[in-house]
């Protein structure tokens, strides 16, 4: 069975960091495509970032370029995303999911991220 489980998510200011981890199971990181996709209240679900699954390539939303970074360690079977320079509008839900932008599929359960002063 494959599972995600993400974490790292919190209550930050504006101009804050955060990182946040997703810890696979059932499925190898490195072998599969992966993203994140995020949904504000009140909102549908929102892509944010691909990694490609040889790592090289990445690919992120323009809200998110420059700020956020996609990774993951194939040692530890996990995603991450860094975010830097968080603001307002970055309040949501954060799931890691399966699959690029174009075929995302399974996702985890999520991660609050609330920035606010």
């Not at 981890?21 to 944010?48: F, H, I, Y």
């Not at 079977?77 to 949501?92: I, K």
């Amino acid at each position: 069975e494959v599972q995600l489980v993400e974490s790292g998510g919190g209550l930050v200011q504006p101009g804050g960091s955060l990182r946040l981890s997703c810890a696979a199971s059932g499925l190898t990181v490195s072998q599969n495509d992966m993203s994140w996709v995020r949904q504000a209240p009140g909102k549908g679900l929102e892509w944010v970032s691909t990694i490609m699954r040889g790592g090289g390539i990445t690919y992120y939303a323009d809200s998110v370029e420059g700020r956020f970074t996609i990774s993951k360690d194939n040692a530890k079977n996990t995603l991450y995303l860094q975010m830097n320079g968080l603001l307002s509008e970055d309040t949501a839900v954060y799931y890691c999911a399966i699959g690029a932008r174009w075929s995302l599929g399974q996702r985890g359960r999520g991660t609050q991220v609330t920035v606010s002063s």
